[in-house]
């Protein structure tokens, strides 16, 4: 079993900066793709950002290319995702996500991290 715990989160003016942090438990984390997904009220959770491991690939969602950059130090078990010139819109809980066989099949969701950008 893995478990995935975010923190970063928090309030922010719109064209400021956050790092998203998730801390994963287990021996195989260096093997596993992992994600960000974000969810905003009275809307559906929307793909973010992944690495995959098995394709050696980094995907983002249009609406965060070139602002947001998702990393990983497999020697802390921790994924990342810098998230620069923030917009209101970008306002959601951020889930970190895993895929236990290396692609973007998610396995394991964190509980999630509100970030709330002011305009």
């Known amino acids: 079993q893995v478990q995935l715990v975010e923190s970063g989160g928090g309030l922010v003016q719109a064209g400021g900066s956050l790092r998203l942090s998730c801390v994963a438990s287990?021996?195989?984390?260096?093997?596993?793709?992992m994600g960000w997904f974000r969810q905003a009220p009275g809307k559906e959770r929307e793909f973010v950002a992944a690495?995959?491991?098995?394709?050696?690939?980094?995907n983002y969602a249009d609406s965060v290319k070139g602002r947001f950059t998702i990393s990983r130090d497999n020697a802390k078990n921790t994924v990342y995702l810098q998230m620069n010139s923030l917009k209101f819109e970008d306002t959601a809980v951020y889930y970190c996500?895993?895929?236990?066989?290396?692609?973007?099949?998610?396995?394991?969701w964190g509980q999630g991290t509100q970030v709330t950008v002011s305009s």
């Open positions: 996500a895993a895929g236990s066989s290396g692609d973007y099949v998610w396995d394991y």
């Open positions: 690495r995959s491991w098995s394709r050696g690939t980094t």
């Open positions: 287990g021996r195989f984390f260096s093997t596993y793709a």
